[in-house]
């Protein structure tokens, strides 16, 4: 899929900073749901919100598409303050993605992810040509899933659907609240792997809400831990968070096994072994030199291997063995 197709908007830009600052909502019966938080999101960039349930999360992604206003602070997205541009506008060039997709269940496919695109006027023979090519982009055949309803596909392919439809009418901002929760780890695995070459792609500036730290630490190019009363406790690539949590509610919240979610933050690179001390090679399981530890470590699990080949263009270049895997050092070669 060719990345430059989908750039759409107009002025030409793909993605937008967004900026929050002193940002604050109270509810009428004073919950306190957002306390003050400020943070910057680079344009192209995948941040993370994180944190217990009823930290404020999707309250400030709602605050960013204007479903809810804040009590205090300001949002704004490629320096202009949201809440001096027309709502129904602003959300038309921010795409949505919940939970349970929300996809209309008596239209097709095509015309779910053409909604968007509609609402903004384009011609029909557009809409219909973005809508192929948004569903071929998130892997589904638009000649074989084009026509059908929402009830003839499967969790993750409604998903699927569900990104594809926020991306249709090329966002600048992409907001996602626990987008792949509803469907099984496994089928999660593949949608969350699906969706990084995805965001390699088309480069959003993208706000995913989860509460799974494995999918922060996988998905984010930055994340930020909300606590209880919605503080903002760390804000940090998944490397410096794992390694060097910002006090002991940060690394409670991050877990005690965070020595073995480092492996999924560290690259294999800097910790493999010339070539040449392990023998029998072509026995063993391989990872390429781009891949984590983690990936290392599942390629040894899923073949009983205590080695792992390291390999750049398909050539071996390394391994590495599975104790070795631990001895890694803090932020060695992340
Ligand atoms: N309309 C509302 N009126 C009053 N309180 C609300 C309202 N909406 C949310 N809250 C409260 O605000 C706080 C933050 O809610 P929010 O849904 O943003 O949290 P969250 O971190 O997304 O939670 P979860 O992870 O459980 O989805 C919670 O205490 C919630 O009960």
Redesign the pocket.
Known sequence: MDATAITDTGAGRTAASITLENLGKV???G?V??GDISLEVEAGELVVLI??????????LRMLNRLIEPSKGRILIDGEDVTEQDAVQLRRRIGYVIQNVGLFPHQSIRTNVGTVPRLLGWDKKKIRARSEELLELVGLDPKRYGGRYPHELSGGQRQRVGVARALAADPLVLLMD?PFSAVDPIVRGRLQEEFLSLQAAVRKTIVL?T?DIDEAVRLGDRIAV?GEG?RLLQYASPADLLSDPASEEVSDFVGNDRGVRRLAVTKVRGAMRPIGQVEEIERLPTVDVGGTLYDALSAMLTSDSLNVVVTENGKPVGSISRSALFDVPNKAAV
Not at 51 to 60: E, F, M, R
């Open positions: 509810y009428p019966d919950t749901a957002v944190g217990p349930s009823g930290c404020g999360k999707s309250t400030i626990e809400v509460h909300l919605g």
